[in-house]
């Protein structure tokens, strides 16, 4: 019985009990994890996927984490530029043992479904589950330190205000306006009217007439 499954972008063929190197998983050394990613199964007669198997797992454990072989990268420009670059690269792996092939009841199983480079889910809920848990921490946390004292109880609330006073009576009305101003004293009655204007003086009398003409000159 043999199955192929799909991780890190790449297809593998399996059976139970091969050890196999894969794209890094996040999960630690002697964890199990779940491949629900299954696109052939051959039992007792082949069924495949479209694109996938529903339902359908493979079960491995892993043995180590570690890092592939050394790939070296030289790159060299054109003539008359002399330049060279070498790189190396090593791919972080994971290593797993296939311990089952399941044809149903994959999310039953309980065991958490492989997560390429991005942590694993804890609950499993089928393939479709999307759902990505954190890390487990290193280190177990602390025990909570003691038992806070318990709160004391709050003080009854201070006694009733007194109630307010009453308003005084508004003051005294006020006093009545002053008597009414005295009527304003009638107009005097306008000025006897003025007299008429006395005649003006007839003009004076005509000039004298002029002097008698001058006498006429004698002849010498």
């Given at each position: 019985?043999?199955?192929?499954?799909?991780?890190?972008?790449?297809?593998?063929?399996?059976?139970?009990?091969?050890?196999?190197?894969?794209?890094?998983?996040?999960?630690?050394?002697?964890?199990?994890?779940?491949?629900?990613?299954?696109?052939?199964?051959?039992?007792?007669?082949?069924?495949?996927?479209?694109?996938?198997?529903?339902?359908?797992?493979?079960?491995?454990?892993?043995?180590a984490q570690?890092?592939?072989?050394?790939?070296?990268?030289?790159?060299?420009?054109?003539?008359?530029?002399?330049?060279?670059?070498?790189?190396?690269?090593?791919?972080?792996?994971?290593?797993?043992?296939?311990?089952?092939?399941?044809?149903?009841?994959?999310?039953?199983?309980?065991?958490?479904?492989?997560?390429?480079?991005?942590?694993?889910v804890?609950?499993?809920?089928?393939?479709?589950?999307k759902?990505?848990?954190?890390?487990?921490?290193?280190?177990?946390?602390?025990?909570?330190?003691?038992?806070?004292?318990p709160?004391?109880?709050?003080?009854?609330?201070?006694?009733?205000?007194?109630?307010?006073?009453?308003?005084?009576?508004?003051?005294?009305?006020?006093?009545?306006?002053?008597?009414?101003?005295?009527?304003?004293?009638?107009?005097?009655?306008?000025?006897?009217?003025?007299?008429?204007?006395?005649?003006?003086?007839p003009?004076?009398?005509?000039?004298?007439?002029a002097?008698?003409?001058?006498?006429?000159?004698?002849?010498?």
């Open positions: 019985m043999f199955a192929v499954l799909k991780t890190g972008g790449k297809q593998y063929k399996v059976t139970s009990g091969d050890v196999i190197k894969v794209e890094k998983l996040a999960a630690n050394q002697g964890e199990t994890v779940q491949f629900n990613d299954i696109l052939l199964i051959q039992g007792k007669k082949i069924s495949v996927g479209s694109p996938l198997i529903m339902d359908a797992a493979v079960q491995a454990e892993v043995v570690i890092r592939g072989e050394k790939v070296i990268n030289f790159v060299k420009r054109r003539r008359k530029h002399s330049s060279q670059r070498t790189k190396g690269h090593r791919q972080y792996l994971t290593v797993l043992r296939v311990t089952n092939i399941l044809e149903s009841g994959a999310a039953k199983s309980g065991i958490a479904s492989a997560q390429h480079g991005a942590g694993f804890t609950t499993v809920s089928g393939r479709d589950n759902a990505v848990a954190k890390k487990p921490s290193a280190v177990a946390k602390k025990p909570a330190a003691v038992a806070k004292k709160a004391a109880a709050k003080k009854p609330a201070a006694v009733a205000k007194k109630p307010a006073a009453a308003k005084k009576p508004a003051a005294v009305a006020k006093k009545p306006a002053a008597v009414a101003k005295k009527p304003a004293a009638a107009k005097k009655p306008a000025a006897v009217a003025k007299k008429p204007a006395a005649a003006k003086k003009a004076a009398v005509a000039k004298k007439p002097a008698a003409a001058k006498k006429p000159t004698t002849a010498k």
